[in-house]
Nanobody, 117 residues
């Protein structure tokens, strides 16, 4: 298991940018996969982006071309760079980590992102 802490959320105008961080309690070098999810009020939690230990990435169609997921192993931290934000991106954003294949995910506590003028 690994403890995760998200930061970087806030209020931003449409078209603006934010960078979310997910700090892990241990080395992330060999963590099988890490990802970002979001949950808007009244909606189910959905995958935003995922990155493997080898650097392969997957994005939800709704964020392709606008969001970039990355991981900095030396800092035990994963990031989500969010550009061209839209009101529909408003949600609580959570990071997760699956330490090994078939393992259960560990979750952070979430960080609120609000896109509004």
């Amino acid at each position: 298991q690994v403890q995760l802490v998200e930061s970087g959320g806030g209020l931003v105008q449409p078209g603006g940018s934010l960078r979310l961080s997910c700090a892990a309690s241990r080395s992330i070098t060999n963590i099988y996969a890490m990802g970002w999810f979001r949950q808007a009020p009244g909606k189910q939690r959905e995958l935003v982006a995922r990155i493997s230990s080898g650097g392969s990435t997957v994005y939800a169609d709704s964020v392709k071309g606008r969001f970039t997921i990355s991981r900095e192993n030396a800092k035990n931290t994963m990031y989500l760079q969010m550009n061209s934000l839209k009101p529909e991106d408003t949600a609580v954003y959570y990071c997760d980590a699956v330490v090994e294949v078939g393992g259960l995910p560990s979750w952070g506590q979430g960080t609120q992102v609000t896109v509004s003028s």
